[in-house]
Nanobody
């Protein structure tokens, strides 16, 4: 059984930083995509960033240059370093994983974490 558990959310002022972590367990495949998604109240869920098993990364335009996705294979952990945070980054952030190669289609993410809240105040 695959499990994804996020941590690292919190409240921060605009311009601040947070690092989210997602510990994965139970997945044994060698080909995968992992991503971070977010959903703000009243808005559609959107992909923030993804990384595949080869380490190739992709970012949403809204976070390019501010957020960095990375993974530590030895720790089975996915990270999202978020710098220069803005109030519009406020959302519930979810970690997701799926057995697929690039492109990392949202429909291919079969595993989701429970989410961690990020709140950015102005």
């Amino acid at each position: 059984q695959v499990q994804l558990v996020e941590s690292g959310g919190g409240s921060v002022q605009a311009g601040g930083s947070l690092r989210l972590a997602c510990v994965a367990s139970g997945y044994t495949g060698s080909n995968y995509c992992m991503g971070w998604f977010r959903q703000a109240p009243g808005k559609e869920r959107e992909e923030v960033a993804d990384i595949d098993s080869d380490g190739s990364r992709a970012y949403a335009d809204a976070v390019k240059g501010r957020f960095t996705i990375s993974k530590d294979n030895a720790k089975n952990t996915l990270y999202l370093q978020m710098n220069s945070l803005k109030p519009e980054d406020t959302a519930m952030y979810y970690c997701a994983g799926g057995p697929m190669g690039r492109p990392c289609a949202e429909s291919g993410y079969g595993y989701w974490g429970q989410g961690t809240q990020v709140t950015v105040s102005s």
